[in-house]
């Protein structure tokens, strides 16, 4: 899965963003309301966690104006204000749920995945290249219908080389999005992973069509080719 983390608190934003990593989400980060709305707009995510106040546009404007655009995205909003009537105020702009501060991540963690068992045609989609299948929801993976077993790292890759599927991926880009705050990262590292998402998506199927693609001096491209 896919999220969306709008926080100006640099602290608490990098402290959800690394936990969930851990659980293999992929996660974008935004420090200000303005950037969070146009990353939220643009860009598909299954839940967005969203402080209420931010600068240059606030929690409560940013859930407005995405349901007014038709953009239903769960949203999970977290605010140290945590009267009733701020909480209704929230839930009234078009919120999901409500989280004040301060909070413990396995609560925060648990609410977000209640928003994506919720029917929502965006948290369920499941993703697909040629035939290799992802489900962002139940972490599984197949290809001609057969189960591949992945490590947290692994699917967390293959979630983002799919969901960027014909974009040329960096080295650097891979590292960033998947890694980010992994102490142990090695500058290979994401070389050494592709290596092992090839020989389990790719090699293992002999009869179908590659999907990993080195673009030599640029990085990897994923998809299926002529």
């Given at each position: 899965m896919k999220i969306l983390v709008i926080e100006d608190e640099h602290r608490i934003a990098n402290y959800i963003k690394k936990g969930l990593e851990v659980k293999s989400y992929i996660v974008d980060v935004a420090y200000d309301g303005a950037t969070g709305f146009d990353l939220a707009d643009g860009e598909k995510y299954d839940v967005i966690i969203l402080d209420r106040m931010l600068p240059s546009m606030t929690g409560m404007e940013i859930c407005r104006q995405l349901r007014t655009a038709g953009n239903h995205t769960p949203i999970l909003m977290l605010t140290a204000k945590t009267q009733l009537e701020d909480r209704v105020e929230g839930l009234d702009a078009g919120a999901d749920d409500y989280l004040g501060k301060p909070f413990a991540f396995t609560e925060l963690l648990a609410r977000v995945r209640a928003?994506?068992?919720?029917?929502?045609?965006?948290?369920?989609?499941?993703?697909?290249?040629?035939?290799?299948?992802?489900?962002?929801?139940?972490?599984?993976?197949?290809?001609?219908?057969?189960?591949?077993?992945?490590?947290?790292?692994?699917?967390?890759?293959?979630?983002?080389?799919?969901?960027?599927?014909?974009?040329?991926?960096?080295?650097?880009?891979?590292?960033?999005?998947?890694?980010?705050?992994?102490?142990?990262?090695?500058?290979?590292?994401?070389?050494?992973?592709?290596?092992?998402?090839?020989?389990?998506?790719?090699?293992?199927?002999?009869?179908?069509?590659?999907?990993?693609?080195?673009?030599?001096?640029?990085?990897?491209?994923?998809?299926?080719?002529?």
């Open positions: 928003l994506s068992r919720r029917p929502q045609k965006q948290v369920n989609e499941v993703l697909q290249s040629g035939s290799l299948q992802l489900n962002p929801t139940s972490f599984a993976v197949t290809r001609t219908g057969k189960s591949i077993s992945l490590s947290r790292k692994e699917f967390a890759l293959l979630e983002f080389l799919m969901r960027h599927e014909g974009q040329v991926l960096s080295k650097d880009q891979l590292t960033e999005q998947v890694w980010s705050y992994d102490s142990d990262v090695l500058p290979n590292t994401a070389q050494v992973y592709i290596g092992y998402l090839r020989n389990k998506i790719d090699r293992a199927f002999p009869k179908e069509k590659p999907l990993i693609h080195t673009v030599r001096g640029f990085g990897y491209k994923f998809g299926v080719t002529d």
